[in-house]
C-alpha cells in the first residue's frame, strides 16, 4: 500500500460559514474524520501546514511549502495538498518549477464549503490520493479537479464558481478518473524545466494594458525597486506608445521586463514594428513568455530573478529552447 503525506493549507475544503461569510475552519486531521472512504487504500501522514483562503498566502508561504514538500519527499509515495481554489495554480507552478524530487505531488480543494449540502472536496481528495499514489504518476505538480488531473504549466481555473473550474486550454487534461482508474491522454510528467530555487528574494509586478493605458503603473514600480515586471500586453505582445515609452526607461534601469499576452490562447510573438510592437520592443531587451499567462509568468519570473543569474533568467524565457510541448 502506498504512502501519501497530506499537508493542508486551508482554503474552501475545510471552510465552513460563519457571520462573516466562508473561512477555513476544519484541521485534515478533522477532514479524514469525515471523509475516511477517502483513505482507505492508502496510508498517510498528516500535516496542517496552516488555514488560511488561498487569496492570502504569501509567496513566502510557497517557500515553506515547497520546503516541507522536500523535507518529506524520501520517505513517501506522493504528495497531496489541500489547497483553496483562487491561487491553487499559481502554487502548483511554483512547486514544478522549484522542485526536484521523484515523487508527484498533487493539489487539490474546493468549490463548495465543507458545510455545504453537497460538498465536493470529498470526490476531490479521493481523486487527489489515487492521483499521488498510482504507479504511473511519479513526478511532476498537478492539480486535480472534478474528477480531471492537471499538469501545473497549462492548468488555469477558467470559472469561479462552477464545479468543473479548471481547465488545460488546448493541450487538455492529463488523465480523466473514471470508475475503472484513472485513464490518461498523455505520460505524467513535469512541464517544466526545473529552477531549484531556495528562496525568493526578488520582487515582480504585473501591469495590465488596454485601450489608452499608459506607463504610470510601470514608472511607479520602477521606483518601488522592483527587479522585474510582467506586461501583460495586447495580441502577439504589442503594448500603447506610452506603455512603450516606459518599458524602454525600466529596461535602461535594470529592471528585467517580461511579456505575455491577455488572450487566452496562442503565444506572444515579435512580429509588429510600430512603436509598441512586439518586434520593437525585443530590440530594447525585453523578454517573452510563450504561452504563460500573466500570474504565472510573474511566478517563473520571481524564480528566475532569485537565483541571482542573468543566464538564468534569459534561459528560462528562451523560446529558442521550446520543447516537444509547445513550453518554454
Known sequence: MSTVYVIATGGTIASTSSDTGTVPTES?????????????????????LTQTPSSELTIDDLVTLSDRVRAVADDVDGIVVLHG????EETAYYLDLVLDVD????????????????????????????????????????????????????????????????????YGPVA???PNGLWFYRRPESLSVTIPTRDITATV?????STGTDGRQIAHAVDCGVDGIVVDALGLGNVP???????????????VVVITSRCHNGVVSPVYGSKGGGAVLEEEGVLF?????????RIKLLVAL??????????????????GHGYV
Open 306 to 323: 532569485s537565483q541571482q543569474s542573468g543566464d538564468t533568467v534569459l534561459e528560462a524565457f528562451d523560446s529558442s529552447q521550446i520543447d
Open 241 to 255: 506608445t506610452s506603455v512603450a515609452d516606459s518599458i524602454g526607461d525600466a529596461v535602461d534601469d535594470d529592471v
Open 85 to 88: 481554489t483562487d491561487t491553487i
Open 176 to 178: 480523466d478518473r473514471t
Open 28 to 48: 485534515v486531521q478533522e477532514l479524514v474524520q469525515a471523509y475516511p472512504e477517502s483513505f482507505e487504500h492508502v496510508d498517510i501522514e498528516l500535516e496542517q
Open 289 to 297: 513568455a510563450s504561452n504563460l499567462p500573466a500570474h504565472k509568468a
Open 103 to 170: 515523487i508527484p505531488v498533487v493539489l487539490t480543494g474546493a468549490q463548495r464549503p465543507y458545510d455545504s449540502r453537497s460538498p465536493d472536496g470529498p470526490a476531490n481528495l479521493r481523486g487527489a490520493l489515487a492521483a499521488a499514489s498510482h504507479d504511473h504518476v511519479r513526478t511532476g505538480a498537478y492539480v486535480f479537479f472534478n474528477d480531471r488531473l492537471h499538469a501545473a504549466r497549462p492548468v488555469t481555473k477558467d470559472h469561479s464558481s462552477n464545479l468543473d473550474a479548471y481547465g488545460s486550454g488546448n
Open 205 to 209: 509586478e504585473v501591469v495590465p494594458t
